[in-house]
């Protein structure tokens, strides 16, 4: 069997088995062609070829809030990143990217390390910490991977990086069968979690910690990537490790995208910035573990403990003074607190309350205060978010927000399907004729909310 041996309608069927409607399935089987010549282009004489669809993430609200253990509504899209991989009997990993043509070689160790700082970080972190995981040598695969999604733009691409060649180094080793990890990651969740540990480098459930890539986030992406229903919004409770019952949307409601084109790169100049906002976070938990002298893993930990803690946080810190906590100063925490506790705790469970009862005209307001807070105590917006959120307001839709890391990235907006493509265009010209140097990189594009990642079974 070669890689191009699958024929587009099987590919075809085979995505819109997972949940891609008819029209992504047509345009993704595109993708696996171009990336099934790029595997044959490596000149191997290679085994069996598996195909691995691997969504990006929209983030509807839970806007830095994964880290904290908190709570999060979630999607993939209908765009995303196409693996087709096929097993080495040796250690090494050989990579194709197939829109590029670069190719790079890795050899899976608990030393290994990428040859430059661009997509390779990402694999060679899931390398490297799966040889640190495992016992024993392990085996590499033959690569080949392209994507539609628009790279450094909220939507995830780094992640589904670490999703993708997660699975498919797990398939090559028969999914880790036999070993007490390898037990623990079939489960989805726990999965999320641990190559949200991955890409962030922490410890998790008794690992070792390790470099990562660079970035001190939770597992919100891979969460996402891995766990999402399509057609619904998902909730996921970090803090319980547990997704609820997906909203659906209605069919005569759609989601549409705008990435602003102001690149947000978590590796490169935004992870200082990114990593900021995280760091004030642990140093208001920090802050009250030190006042109260008792331990505490994250924010959520204390609310769980005591709904009251966050009021008594919140008198320490006013009452601190000028003096700075952790090279922060005590507003800083304040307004990272409070945003944390009204998007958590408030806004996402009144959203689901509202989009489940059908109130959208309610569920814009919640999703403006949500949209408020990144800006003026997150600090994580720029002015082009800002403008695409509060544009998209204006010409109609029923909500809008920035979504991701922030520093940059993309915006949602929650339209009627019927007026998708007039909204679109008039959305795309407004942003346009304001920010004309953006033009060749912004990207604006409807989508349905799509399946999680999965393997194409043909036939």
């Known amino acids: 069997m070669t890689a191009r041996s699958l024929s587009a309608d099987l590919t075809e069927q085979a995505l819109e088995k997972i949940g891609l409607s008819p029209v992504a399935a047509v345009a993704k089987a595109k993708l696996f062609s171009t990336a099934s010549g790029a595997l044959d282009s490596l000149g191997r004489n290679l085994g069996p070829i598996s195909r691995w669809w691997v969504p990006g993430r929209l983030e509807f609200l839970g806007k830095h809030t994964d880290y904290c253990a908190g709570r999060s509504i ?17 250690s090494r990993l050989c990579i194709v990217d197939a829109a590029s043509g670069e190719v790079t070689e890795l050899q899976i160790s608990a030393q290994t390390t990428a040859q430059s700082q661009g997509w390779d970080l990402y694999p060679a972190a899931v390398s490297r910490r799966l040889a640190a995981v495992f016992p024993g040598p392990l085996c590499g695969a033959d690569v080949a991977f392209i994507s539609d999604l628009p790279p450094a733009a ?172 952790a090279g922060f100063s005590a507003t800083d925490l304040l307004q990272r607190m409070d945003q944390f506790d009204a998007e958590s705790h408030r806004l996402i469970p009144a959203a689901i309350a509202a989009m489940t009862a059908g109130r959208w005209t309610d569920l814009g307001k919640i999703v403006d205060q949500s949209q408020q807070l990144a800006d003026t105590c997150l600090h994580n917006q720029v002015v082009q978010t800002c403008r695409l959120a509060s544009t998209a307001r204006g010409l109609g839709a029923l909500a809008a927000s920035a979504f991701g890391a922030g520093f940059g990235g993309a915006v949602w907006a929650l339209v009627q399907t019927s007026q998708a493509a007039n909204f679109l265009s008039a959305w795309r010209n407004t942003y346009v004729r304001e920010f004309p140097e953006l033009q060749p990189s912004a990207c604006f594009f409807q989508t349905a909310l799509g399946p999680a990642a999965a393997e194409l079974v043909c036939g």
């Not at 979630?74 to 040796?90: I, K, Q, W, Y």
């Open 74 to 90: 979630l999607a993939a899209v209908e765009r995303g990143v196409c693996f087709c991989s096929s097993p080495r009997t040796d």
């Open 154 to 325: 909220g939507l995830s691409s780094s992640s589904c990086l670490i999703v993708g060649f997660y699975l498919l180094l797990a398939k090559s080793n028969g999914q880790f069968s036999g070993t007490v990890h390898g037990h623990k990651l079939q489960d989805r969740v726990a999965l999320g979690e641990f190559l949200g540990a991955v890409e962030s480098g922490r410890a998790w459930r008794g690992l070792a910690s390790d470099a990562g890539v660079g970035t001190h986030g939770g597992s919100q992406d891979q969460t996402a990537i891995l766990c999402s229903a399509a057609g619904g919004l998902t909730a996921f409770d970090f803090f319980d490790a547990r997704c609820q019952p997906a909203v659906k949307l209605p069919p005569e409601l759609t989601v549409v995208i705008a990435t602003s084109g102001v690149v947000a790169r978590k590796t490169g100049a935004a992870m200082a910035a990114y990593n900021h906002v995280s760091q004030r976070a642990a140093a208001s938990l920090a802050f009250w573990r030190d006042l109260v002298k008792q331990p505490g893993d994250c924010l959520e930990a204390m609310f769980r403990a005591d709904p009251q803690n966050f009021p008594r946080l919140r008198a320490a810190l006013q009452a601190h003074g000028d003096q700075p906590i």
